[in-house]
């Protein structure tokens, strides 16, 4: 879950403090657009990611039904033959599967959280990247007018 860390941390930085500690503020803008751009790709990347691990985490839930519900026929089966002993062990072969079923179903929605957590931030990413590219120049300007002013500042005392 690091990259969902790094996302977030992306998303919530701030633009204007990072242009205040700027030396070249065109080309660290640039570097910045460059590295958000970066993480946005990998967002995407851990979002398919994680989104085919859901999905195998939902084959997984899928398999376990079917296992429960073979144990419940045979132990169906077995008591119709009479066979209280093999009834009993397809019984309690139906319980394992159950809680393998129960476990199953919980890490399935754990990974949906995941995912829909993940898509959620990258989203707020992309956003968070046009912003800052539609912005471009005029954080440009912001920056270079705020080192003007601190080295004006600065020369005059």
């Known amino acids: 879950m690091g990259i969902l860390?790094?996302?977030?941390?992306?998303?919530?930085?701030?633009?204007?403090e990072l242009l205040d500690k700027m030396t070249d503020p065109a080309k660290e803008v640039d570097l910045l657009i460059v590295e958000m751009e970066q993480g946005l790709r990998q967002a995407k990347e851990e979002v398919i990611s994680a989104t085919a691990d859901g999905k195998r985490a939902q084959m997984r839930v899928d398999e376990s039904v079917r296992e429960a519900e073979r144990w419940q026929t045979r132990a169906e089966q077995a008591v119709r033959a009479g066979d209280d002993a093999l009834a009993r062990?397809?019984?309690?072969?139906?319980?394992?599967?159950?809680?393998?079923?129960?476990?199953?179903?919980?890490a399935a929605a754990q990974q949906a959280g995941y995912v829909d957590e993940l898509k959620s931030s990258l989203k707020q990413l992309e956003a968070r990247l046009k912003d800052v590219q539609a912005r471009k120049e005029t954080l440009k300007q912001r920056a270079r007018a705020a080192k003007q002013g601190n080295a004006g500042g600065l020369s005059g005392t």
């Open 89 to 106: 062990e397809a019984l309690e072969r139906k319980m394992g599967a159950d809680q393998d079923l129960e476990q199953a179903r919980a």
């Open 5 to 16: 860390g790094r996302i977030n941390r992306v998303i919530k930085s701030n633009v204007n």
